[in-house]
């Protein structure tokens, strides 16, 4: 089992793939800097989380 995101993440990621969905996949490297280049998130954690729910998400509509 892993960690619980925040209701806040899941918003994010959410509206990120939403808004994007060709620009996520599921490499965590490529997604962490797609963040940077689209949002403008203030800390560095934030985004990683940001990234890693992302991949979770990806990784779950491929299965």
Known sequence: ???VK???IKRVATE???TYPD???D???ENKQKIE???TVQSKPMRN???GYIVAVKKRLVD
Do not use: P
């Open 27 to 29: 490499n965590f490297e």
């Open 16 to 18: 990120l793939i939403d």
């Open 1 to 3: 089992m892993g960690r």
């Open 37 to 39: 280049e689209l949002t």
């Open 49 to 51: 989380k940001i990234a």
């Open 6 to 8: 925040t209701k806040n």
């Open 23 to 25: 620009q996520f996949s």
